[in-house]
């Protein structure tokens, strides 16, 4: 929402939490990635097939590994082009550290990305042996209810 609907101009702080399956897609799909964190198990494949408008069953584009779906894959993850310098937006991660669903590497490679275009306001916490789930656990709850009433202003 940042990079791909301009909205660092309204927002003040963001909360990622536990990752996501839409940091690039293009690698979770396509395998492209050397060191395969990125890649895709079969459930995540049929998410982002239902999330282009196919069935759940394999027979998708990311259930296929289709390579002539690399641009609208690589267009959809929210690594790809795009204005990853947010100079006024507080970005806080919170990630688990025993999260298993392979959503964590995601959110690192968003978060190298705002790293690597010089994004000032950017932390990140990876809380040990806490699941995808982090909410529901009493560390995660507690650390994301800590950021908002610590950080969360109006400008």
């Avoid at 301009?6 to 060191?35: E, H, Q, T, Y």
């Avoid at 190298?112 to 699941?131: F, K």
């Amino acid at each position: 929402m940042l990079t791909h609907y301009g909205l660092k101009k309204v927002l003040s702080l963001v909360v990622p939490i536990a990752g996501f399956w839409m940091g690039r897609v293009d690698a979770g799909c396509l395998g492209n990635d050397p060191l395969e964190s990125l890649r895709y198990n079969d459930p995540a494949r049929a998410w982002i097939d239902r999330s282009f408008g196919f069935p759940v069953d394999g027979t998708g584009p990311c259930g296929r590994r289709d390579e002539s779906y690399r641009e609208a894959f690589t267009r959809s993850g929210v690594v790809s082009e795009g204005d990853y310098f947010y100079p006024n937006t507080l970005v806080w991660f919170v990630l688990g550290g025993g999260d298993t669903t392979g959503a964590a590497p995601h959110g690192l490679a968003y978060y190298s990305r705002l790293i690597r275009e010089r994004s000032p306001l950017v932390h990140i916490d990876l809380l040990p042996n806490v699941p995808h789930a982090i909410a529901t656990t009493p560390a995660g709850a507690g650390l994301i209810r800590d950021v908002l009433v610590r950080e969360c202003r109006p400008h």
